[in-house]
């Protein structure tokens, strides 16, 4: 089998099951170079696109096993967008150098992991993937991606890079409400994303141009009205993003980032669920309360 026939087939299986099949080791070679770029992957009904506005439940509300099915089946739709992004991208360009593509590869067999663990976990809460609409705010982007680099910023820097914020607060919350096993799966995705976002900023560290700072080449692959917001969880943990090699001055801008809808941070929400700027790795969860 060839990358490509691969990427193909993540993306025009409907079933979740064959969404959710590993990749394999070794690939035959491509010989044809032809750029694909699709525009919605093809899914069974249940898990098809949707404009219903969704609203994640709030932190304070996670001790309630809906708000936990709920906020999961939200996390669970990202990992299935990345997974179908990432075939989008070994699809779309294909010149990218080989090893790129398999780094894709990785991620995308790390995303089918993440997927299968809030499934598991979300029907502990009673809740089936497919049950509430699915966005597809990833997808939304897609038409506007026309490099490598652009798909990078928007995708990895971006929102893999915010993720590390949401999955350490997230964490820290489950934490705070003793569902320890939800904190844990937590972590150990955040482990994966900090890969995921090294990744990507090993292809755009590449690209930056002579003379141009990380900061200004980030903000010429993106396009208005998508910013650096977006590279942002609503509380910004820098650490992780030194953990994935952004440079110094490039977390220095994206912290001191801000537009008309940047949302102000809660500083009740911060010291209810003692939010700081540390990160947690899993190996740190409080031994005490690890569960069984
Ligand atoms: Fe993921
Ligand atoms: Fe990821």
Redesign the pocket.
């Known amino acids: 089998m060839k990358l490509s026939d691969y990427a193909k087939h993540l993306l025009l299986s409907p079933n979740l099951e064959d969404k959710l099949i590993s990749p394999l080791k070794v690939w035959e070679e491509e010989i044809e170079l032809v750029p694909i770029r699709m525009e919605k992957p093809v899914r069974e009904d249940r898990l098809s696109f949707s404009d219903k506005k969704v609203k994640i439940p709030r932190l304070e509300h996670l001790n309630q096993t809906s708000a936990k099915g709920l906020t999961l089946h939200h996390f669970a739709n990202?990992?299935l967008m990345?997974i179908e992004l990432f075939a989008w991208a070994i699809l779309a360009f294909p010149d990218a150098p080989i090893h790129v593509k398999y780094g894709f590869i990785k991620t995308i067999e790390?995303?089918q992991s993440?997927l299968k663990l809030y499934i598991k976990r979300m029907s502990d809460f009673g809740i089936g993937f497919g049950d509430i609409p699915l966005n597809y705010i990833f997808w939304k982007q897609i038409p506007k991606l026309q490099s490598l680099e652009e798909f990078t910023a928007v995708l990895s820097i971006s929102f893999?890079g915010a993720?590390l914020d949401y999955s350490q607060v997230y964490a820290k919350a489950f934490h705070h409400f003793g569902d320890f096993e939800t904190a844990e799966i937590m972590m150990r995705?955040f482990e994966?994303?900090i890969k995921?976002v090294k990744r990507g900023m090993r292809v755009f560290q590449n690209g930056i141009p002579e003379g141009k700072s990380d900061w200004d080449y980030y903000l010429s692959l993106i396009q208005f009205p998508f910013t650096p917001r977006r590279a942002k969880g609503y509380y910004f943990i820098p650490e992780t993003r030194r953990m994935a090699g952004m440079s110094e001055s490039f977390i220095q801008s994206l912290g001191d980032y801000t537009d008309e809808y940047t949302s102000r941070v809660n500083h009740r929400i911060l010291e209810r669920f003692s939010l700081d700027e540390t990160v947690w790795k899993k190996s740190d969860l409080p031994k005490t309360h690890l569960s069984g």
């Open positions: 990202h990992e990345a790390e995303e993440h893999e993720n995705i994966d994303e995921h």
